[in-house]
């Protein structure tokens, strides 16, 4: 099955600087790569994802570039807003039906003000 | 109009009881999940099902049984509820290697 990885499981930014989330997939013939933002008490919301005919997406503040070669792919805030304090999901189709996501770990992200 | 919907969510029960959540989606989705958090908030697939075929996570106890009276709802059956099934439960639902959509969450406390 699916095997995600995801770094840094913390991450401290100041208001205006950027941060990067960083994920690994074993599965090559993964093709579509979602990421969640989950708010505290909340329900994970979809942000940005990208399929593995492009190498990169960008939607305002945030990208995803995704390295098949490598199997990684990566969420870029740029501009960081305290609103978006959050822990974000990345994650990889897998696991036992060809449906299912398999989630990394999540990513706190803190932006402090 | 909310797109998936859970009921209730707040659950508080008793070790050993049975107890079910319910979830319905008016996305028109062809697939719909059930997940579990735990307190660490580890995102962990329990089901998915998409009319034709349900496929359960070989981690989820035969405790737990989802069941799907049509398209657009799969509730989640729970027997004999224990202290370590105290999570978070996300219903979810999309179209086929799709954007899952995901409902608010049912929080489950044993007591």
């Known amino acids: 099955g699916e095997n995600v990885e995801q770094h840094p499981s913390t991450l401290s930014v100041q208001e205006g600087d950027s941060a990067v989330i960083k994920c690994t997939y074993s599965?090559?013939?993964?093709?579509?790569f979602p990421w969640y933002k989950q708010e505290l008490g909340k329900r994970p919301q979809l942000i940005i994802d990208?399929?593995?005919?492009?190498g990169e997406k960008k939607d305002q503040r945030i990208a995803v570039t995704l390295n098949k070669t490598a199997k990684h792919f990566s969420l870029h805030i740029t501009e960081t807003q305290p609103e978006d304090s959050a822990v974000y999901f990345c994650?990889?189709?897998?696991?036992?039906?060809?449906?299912?996501?398999?989630f990394g770990k999540g990513t706190k992200l803190s932006v402090i003000p | 109009d909310t797109a998936v919907s859970q009921t209730p969510k707040y659950l508080v029960t008793q070790m050993g009881n049975d107890k079910s959540i319910k979830c319905e989606q008016n996305?028109?989705?062809?697939?719909m999940y059930w997940y579990k958090q735990d307190s660490k908030k580890f995102l962990k697939i329990m089901f998915s099902?998409?009319?034709?075929?349900?496929?359960i996570n070989e981690t989820v106890p035969n405790r737990f049984s989802p069941k799907s009276p049509d398209k657009a709802h799969l509730n989640l059956h729970i027997n004999s509820l224990e202290l370590g099934d105290s999570a978070v439960y996300f219903c979810?639902?999309?179209?086929?290697?799709?954007?899952?959509?995901f409902g608010d969450g049912t929080r489950l406390s044993i007591l």
């Open positions: 996305l028109g989705h062809d697939t």
């Open positions: 599965d090559s013939a993964s093709n579509y």
């Open positions: 990208i399929r593995s005919n492009v």
């Open positions: 979810a639902s999309s179209r086929p290697g799709g954007a899952q959509h």
């Open positions: 994650a990889a189709p897998g696991g036992a039906g060809s449906y299912q996501l398999t």
């Open positions: 099902y998409n009319n034709k075929e349900l496929i």
